[in-house]
């Protein structure tokens, strides 16, 4: 196992540190390390908490801040927060108006977050995200994978929040944001977990895992490599048939192009033109595009498509100004 | 050869056209191809381009936009861009005040950037960044290799380009923040050029290359792998008894860790918290920290250390605002 690491046991601990020194304007650590918050409180909004397994970097601390999340919860490597993580970042960021969870379809983090839910005394709602259209059902999951499409959510709903949206209004804003989106990914490398310690799967030379979930999970099939085209094509193909039933795809998208940590930037922009011409080709123009590596498998080789069908007020809360370590913008 | 791609011949200009699509907000492609420039020219400053090979990036387009640079020309991955694509840029987004070219140093980068000032009819100088201490003299370099200060040369003068500097004293600017500016690297992988098609080097299970040039050249030593603090020990070591005879070492300092393409985020933080121990037992203050991705070799596993010795008004000039695809911050 090649990592910039000291044990095993320290390493969530002495990155999270590492983190929240070099982001002191943004954010700080919580209690005893349990959660990232932001640096300057709001209380006069909903709070907006996520979290989930760390290795997915910067989701989900690397989005608190003005815009996005008041606070972040992370796990061990691959690993759900606990419901007392879950319930402390509640105490220590909701207000009057509520907590508003946002959950990627994880069994774990479903299960930790209703645990601290009940934990927590005050009102809260919680929205689930489960944009990934390549299976049905998986390892850790029952249903779809929620995956990249969680940074659009976060971003749409934080907007909404610091706006002063209620807590009825925001989680209804995220069930539609989410019923909007849709993402599938592809590995060309596994990735390997600290604990573990050896990869997580094993790929030919030739081989991808088309529909890989950002745990290394199975996808819809393991295939030879294609070419960057065929790969969009075919993950576009995938998203949008998905998509279209809905009805909720006009003219416009949101486009995130997704590096699961390994696969550098000139590849996930030559990703980028690729999936923005299949768009393009299917009568879709793409709005907005974020590409990068937000949404991450450790070190995994990869990426993953996105599509957020989105209308006039979608993107003018996709626009709103953002201050966040991972994204940035506006005044 | 995993990576996504269609051909090696498009490779580069496909991940531009994705680049450019994706960030036309801020720049737009040159004639041809030849270079990246604002979406918005600003001809009543002096224009900083910059530029090198591909596969560094952001670097050098995506730092192009209000803050930084005015045009950047990639080569092809790990070759210098020619003359003529450089003299283009200067033509497009040169004025009166003259163009500063900021080069970093590789003997075919200044051969060229030389014959470009040649070819340009207007004003020009130059600001060689010469940051790496692991060794002088390597593969392509006579002297020291340029690497990731480069990112903190770019963004400190293109703030005083912005406030209307004099082509003269932004040389001097970018030569004062050159000297105060120290890296090193070290790898875990090496990387895969395209036209190549197999790895640059090899590296052991057990194996790094500690002070890795950011082509993947040769380092000090091929070591075992040690833990996270030793190395940025070792690394911090060689940069501060470099850097401290100069006599710019004062109580601050902005600390850079960048990843070379292929090392995650939380590895990314976790050696920013051991750089920060390491400079606080020296008695140096993080004023400012940057953690990502700037200046990568392709996918290569690695990270390097940068440390700028600051004052007030080099730290004024950090904070500027700046709106590039890559760094972002201010009004």
């Known amino acids: 196992m ?48 996520s979290g989930g397994g760390s290795g997915h970097e910067p989701l989900h601390a690397g989005f608190v801040g003005v815009g996005m999340l008041d606070a972040a919860c992370p796990g061990q490597v691959f690993t759900s927060p606990t419901p007392d993580q879950m319930a402390a970042a509640a105490s220590a960021v909701g207000g009057p108006k509520g907590v508003l969870f946002i959950v990627k379809n994880y069994s774990g983090d479903r299960m930790n977050f209703e645990m601290a839910a009940e934990l927590y005394d005050g009102p809260t709602a919680t929205v689930v995200t489960d944009d990934d259209v390549a299976v049905e059902n998986s390892t850790w999951t029952t249903g779809r994978r929620g995956v990249a499409g969680t940074v659009i959510v976060e971003k749409i709903v934080g ?15 995220g069930d539609e944001v989410n019923r909007r989106t849709r993402s599938m990914g592809v590995a060309l490398t596994s990735c390997t977990v600290p604990a573990a310690g050896t990869p997580t799967f094993t790929l030919g030379e030739d081989e991808m895992e088309m529909g890989v979930g950002i745990h290394g999970e199975p996808g819809r099939k393991r ?44 590849e996930l922009y030559l ?44 993107l003018s809360l996709w626009d709103a100004p953002v201050h966040t370590a991972a994204l940035n913008w506006g005044r």
Chains 1, 2 share one sequence.
């Open 2 to 49: 090649k990592k910039f690491i000291n044990s095993v046991d320290s390493f969530l601990t002495e990155s999270l540190a590492g983190f929240t020194a070099i982001h002191g304007d943004v954010v700080k650590l919580g209690d005893g390390g349990a959660f990232v918050r932001r640096a300057t409180p709001a209380r006069d909004k909903v709070a907006l908490i």
């Open 223 to 266: 295939v030879k490599l294609a070419s960057a085209k065929a790969i969009a094509e075919e993950m576009m193909t995938a998203i949008l048939d998905d998509l279209k039933p809905t009805g909720a795809l006009g003219e416009e998208a949101i486009l995130l192009v997704n590096g699961f940590g390994g696969t550098p930037s000139l």
């Open 159 to 173: 907007a909404a929040a610091e706006q002063g949206g209620s807590l009825e209004s925001l989680k209804a804003l």
């Open 271 to 314: 990703m980028a033109e690729m999936a923005r011409a299949e768009l393009a080709r299917r009568g879709v123009k793409v709005a907005r595009g974020l590409v990068g590596s937000y949404v991450t498998s450790l070190e995994m080789a990869g990426v993953s498509l996105t599509v957020s069908a989105v209308d006039d007020r979608l």
